[in-house]
């Protein structure tokens, strides 16, 4: 079955710090690989996403993130965090192929605290 | 930039109502996708739109009905409604049959009493 885990519920981290949190699936075949965040009572931003190519990609806000294959992750990490950074993120997948529809099926999610 | 629109932005019902909701997707895009996000869950999918035809189906209640309309907006209709269905629901539009981005609207929270 396809799934996504979020290993880490809840991460604290001191503003200045760098962060990652991680992400794996599990799919038939290599997918669409995305990074969502949330803000409290509002809607999914983009962060990034990999379709192909090179495995480390950029995203806004400073992120980034590194496709493994080998290891079916592709975790989400940020030299140093900023206290706007405090978010609800989640790592979401989708298929390929003209079969598929685009339809994203999402992890658990991972809440950040970014202490003063 | 124009978003994607949805409305109402809150809305409360009692048990064994009806609720509509709108979602007004990107000019020009033509996918719309609705997800459910419970309290403190992760979105779960629901339905998706390509061109006013049903394209995918997901963890969507016989109770719930949707559909796209000839200027691609879209509508999810829930019937009898449940406490359970008290949730956040988010329409996402794209462009296109090839994957392409999803952009998420800000969501409709239904409060169901």
């Known amino acids: 079955a396809q799934s996504v885990t979020q290993p880490d519920i809840h991460i604290t981290v001191s503003e200045g710090a760098s962060l990652e949190l991680r992400c794996n699936y599990s799919y038939g075949a290599t997918p669409y690989l995305f990074w969502y965040v949330q803000s409290p009572g509002q809607g999914l931003q983009l962060l990034l996403k990999y379709f192909s190519g090179d495995t480390l990609v950029q995203g806004i806000k400073g992120f980034e993130a590194e496709f493994k294959r080998s290891q079916s992750s592709f975790n989400l990490r940020k030299p140093s965090v900023h206290w706007s950074d405090a978010a609800e993120y989640f790592c979401a997948v989708a298929g390929r192929g003209s079969s598929n529809t685009g339809k994203l099926i999402f992890g658990q999610g991972t809440t950040l605290q970014v202490k003063p | 930039a124009a978003g994607v629109i949805q409305s109402p932005r809150h809305l409360i019902k009692e048990k064994r109502e009806t609720a509509t909701l709108k979602c007004y997707p990107i000019?020009?895009?033509?996918?719309v996708y609705w997800y459910q996000q419970g309290p403190g869950q992760d979105p779960q999918f629901l339905i998706s739109?390509?061109?006013?035809?049903?394209?995918d189906k997901g963890s969507i209640p016989d109770r719930f009905s949707a559909q796209q309309f000839s200027d691609y907006h879209s509508e999810l209709n829930m019937s009898s409604l449940e406490l359970g269905d008290s949730a956040l629901y988010f329409c996402?539009?794209?462009?296109?049959?090839?994957?392409?981005?999803?952009?998420f609207g800000p969501g409709t929270r239904l409060t169901v009493l």
């Open positions: 000019p020009r895009h033509d996918t």
């Open positions: 739109f390509y061109e006013k035809m049903q394209s």
């Open positions: 996402a539009s794209s462009l296109g049959t090839v994957y392409n981005e999803q952009f």
